[in-house]
């Protein structure tokens, strides 16, 4: 179960919701936790995410080591502070940054080379759902972002872009139709190490649908924008079937 914050939260916003937040999941061994906060606020997440059961993600990262980048934040900068993962290829990113399938390819390549394990965003918009291109969509994305990649450490994060902040979640059936497709070109790609890559839905993710859709077959998890601002609803996303 992923937090995906954006833009959200200062850095002290930031130290007082991770200070409520680890002692409400302190006992959930079987869930593995991740937040991804702004850059401004990954050193005092890390700082207050030690020796707990939630790990550190980024929300972005360049592809270079280091250099003339200006703005950027590189693969072992986010390692050095103790970054876990970093969110790759999220639709915001593609839409409002221009990031190509290639840009997302080179990300991740260099993500994995530092060591970082990968949240790798794909999704189909609308327009691209209503004229059936769904498939053809998940299969470009997915190949072209997954190649040259192992399969260790890649979290591949099914987010139909109608669905994301727009209180327009998938259905369980829409939700389970995309991952068991995505599954079976994993298996093309990987073969049985395909069954080590979770497969997580994201896209108006809430307290109230989180059982559903956690109940389709090849839903592993969830990336949580919005609900995962409060830390009763991250909570309750976290201990999903757990609490009624
Ligand atoms: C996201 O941005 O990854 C996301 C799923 O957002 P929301 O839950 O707000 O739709």
């Not at 002290?12 to 959930?28: G, Q, Y």
């Not at 593995?32 to 550190?56: G, H, R, W, Y």
């Not at 969110?87 to 190509?100: A, D, K, L, M, P």
């Not at 669905?163 to 998938?170: D, E, H, L, N, S």
Request: aromatic share 8%; net charge negative.
């Amino acid at each position: 179960m992923a937090a995906n914050w954006k833009m959200n939260k200062t850095a002290s916003e930031t130290r007082e919701f991770i200070s409520k937040l680890v002692p409400a999941v302190s006992n959930k061994a079987d869930v593995n936790i991740a937040i991804a906060p702004p850059f401004t606020s990954l050193m005092v997440a890390a700082d207050e995410l030690e020796n707990t059961n939630i790990v550190l993600a980024a929300q972005d990262v360049f592809y270079e080591e280091k250099g003339a980048y200006t703005g950027e934040v590189s693969p072992l900068m986010l390692v050095d502070i103790g970054c876990k993962y970093v969110i790759v290829g999220h639709s915001e990113r593609r839409q409002y940054f221009n990031e190509t399938d290639g840009i997302v390819n080179k990300k991740i390549k260099a993500a994995k080379k530092a060591g970082l394990g990968v949240i790798f965003c794909i999704g189909e918009s609308l327009e691209e759902r209503d004229a059936g291109k769904t498939f053809e969509v998940l299969l470009r994305q997915t190949e072209k972002g997954l190649d040259g990649i192992d399969a260790e450490n890649t979290v591949l994060a099914y987010e139909p872009i109608w669905a994301i902040g727009t209180g327009k979640t998938a259905s369980p059936g829409q939700a389970q139709e995309a991952h068991a497709y995505v599954r079976e070109r994993l298996k093309v790609l990987y073969g049985n190490r395909a069954d080590e890559i979770c497969i997580i839905y994201g896209g108006s993710v809430t307290p109230e649908n989180v059982d559903s859709l956690m109940a389709c077959k090849d839903v592993d998890g969830a990336l949580v924008g919005g609900a995962s601002l409060k830390v009763e609803s991250f909570v309750r996303i976290v201990k999903f079937r757990e609490e009624k």
